[in-house]
DNA sequence: GATGAATGAGTATTCATTCAT
DNA sequence: AATGAATGAATACTCATTCAT
């Protein structure tokens, strides 16, 4: 089984590291079954504790799914913003956004199944990657590098075509990674000749 | 209730209306609650009939979300082949594919509804509105029209963004529908002149 | 089983001589184990049907509770207003009431049972036999048979001394029978020579 | 929250002092929402202690409500018996007695609730303000003041008045307790004179 | 073909009680 | 003695599907 957030409460008191293995287990759960396949006996049973534990830790299914997802998208999202730090130029930011996250996924390969699942099973507000994409997209507007500023809806779309590439990920194709990026600024009405240069940037920060 | 499959039956024998008028019943709970709130009988129940009668015209719930799928997809894919007939440059193709499409799921709110619920839900295969999309691509790049041919990935990027747009719809912007197809053609790498230039030609198709 | 309800919906359609038959298996448990002891599923499995079954003729178990305990009042209140037709005298009317109730209750044995443990189980407005009792005093009073006009506290302690009766019946000793209307008269200010006399009277109507 | 049984246990050891507090919550919480509704958790909740330690106090849940109803019965009866030493005639006994375990749950609201639903939830031997009152009953009879020695089921009529009386008492008309009072010697089969009689005499002890 | 009724196999949830610290 | 956490055993209720008419 995943050790993921388990470890992550290593030290912290019992009923911390029992959440942890519950989450662990509905990760893997979730990805082996998919989420609305998945009961919650499967998970528990998993975990290797008694069904009505559960309970202790969350108040229904919707609420184990809640907390994964914004658990994921924590995790996902805290090592970003100190990589971002010295990178000056808002395209590349993104592209080196997408490149990190999308590696941290691969990585932890349930975790997009997870978001990927989630973002079209729960209401949008619950999926911090989200947000966290139209923030740094929102930071490049200011900046002036995208010639149209998108609003909700063009966000939307690129957001779709992120999660799309999440999506994809799942087959551990690495290619996937930049031709996700390079969409999105597409999407966002960069030339083709400035996404590429663009991407070239972002390769610098991660060699 | 909507009645479209049930006109469409008209004058046929009485099982092919009853059929007819459960589909429109699905399609509008499954509008009002989502998919897989849905239980038979309230399917039934708005339609008014037996919740046994169901299994007189599908096998079981799958069945009807197929048929039903399967219905939409045709009723809007139906009528833009004609329509693209006389059509030569692949991008406006595309760009008035888009706007048939999304004008009729305007007309018929519900079945966009049920085409974006169902993406997520069904397994691939059965989304017909994608396969076509893609088939219309395909034909694109024959003729040269996109740089560089799109495989399945980027096929999958360019249908994430036509189904965000058909979710978007549902608030009722018609702008979306043209600036859907605009950002489905820069993923597929054409120049934001080049687009401009589609949306431009297209809309000589339907004034 | 009993086979009181089930044969009052003899003839009636499937649904009706169901329900009877519910009804007919939870007066069985609940006499047999009391009320709050009993499981639906012990209901079922007695009746010989399945636990979902249940569930077509009830919403859940208090509005069993309600219908078995509003049948058993109408049934036992049913023969009672026309034997009073030709009695003038208000105690002596208490009396024959309570007679024909109580024998009543005595050839279905549960019914004491369910009508008691009801009795405090729920809220008062269930219990019919309770208001029954309280329109004969009331009638009785407009007559001037009682001395002071029973006010609501006066009938509620008129009532718990008619279904502390009524529990003790189960033991089958009938000589409670006319012991209970005694009291019940007694609470109503009669003075025991008159109680004696009421209760004379009333065996007259009753060989 | 009350604080009758934490009192009592002033100055004792810490024990006794808890054991104090989950009485006078079960007391609060019982006659809040009923005891059949009652969690032994909303119990602990409201006593500000975790759960597990009821259990070093009380076997289970029914000990506790055994324990409180005894407890109870106690405080309430524990003052009547001197008070009733002077008195020689039994009716008037029984008035006083009345009057002084109705005026100790009168100031002890819940008290009444929990006696009087304890009453039947409860299997009879629990409840020993029943048994009393038939102890004074009974020695009323050896004086010969009750014309017919009343028996078991006499005595249960009895209580039964005086319950419903108790339960009465709850919404706080304070009349109630004389009329209690009147009916149980009504149901002994005092005339009504002699009843008044004996709650004027009554009122001699309890000015 | 249509229907009302019945049903089996789930499945989430509750709660008293025990365990380890 | 007190506690936080864990748990087993129950139990009500749901829903797709089948049956008999």
Do not use: C
């Not at 957030?5 to 990760?27: H, M, P, V, W």
């Not at 893997?28 to 504790?49: C, H, P, Q």
């Not at 299914?61 to 996902?76: F, G, Q, S, V």
Request: proline share 3%; net charge neutral; aromatic share 8%.
């Amino acid at each position: 089984m995943s050790r993921y957030f388990q470890e992550r409460s290593r030290g912290l008191n019992k009923r911390a590291r029992t959440r942890g293995i519950l989450l662990d287990s509905a990760l893997d759960v979730f990805a082996e079954s998919g989420i609305s396949n998945t009961r919650l006996d499967d998970i528990t049973k998993y975990a290797g504790m008694a069904n009505a534990t559960f309970y202790n830790h969350f108040k229904d299914k919707d609420e184990l799914i809640t907390a994964l997802a914004k658990a994921i998208a924590l995790e996902l999202i805290a090592p970003v913003d100190e990589r971002l730090a010295g990178i000056k130029d808002a395209p590349v930011r993104i592209v080196v956004a997408n490149n990190i996250i999308m590696h941290a996924a691969l990585e932890q390969k349930s975790w997009s199944t997870v978001l990927g699942g989630a973002f079209y099973l729960l209401p949008p507000r619950y999926i911090d990657v989200g947000s966290y994409l139209k923030l740094l997209i929102a930071r490049g507007v200011e900046e002036g590098s995208f010639t149209d500023a998108p609003d909700n809806f063009q966000l939307d779309q690129v957001t779709a075509v992120f999660i799309s590439g999440l999506r994809t990920l799942d087959k551990g194709d690495v290619n996937i990674i930049d031709r996700t990026a390079q969409n999105m600024l597409r999407v966002l009405g960069m030339s083709p000749a400035k996404v590429s240069s663009a991407l070239e940037k972002g390769h610098a920060f991660y060699s």
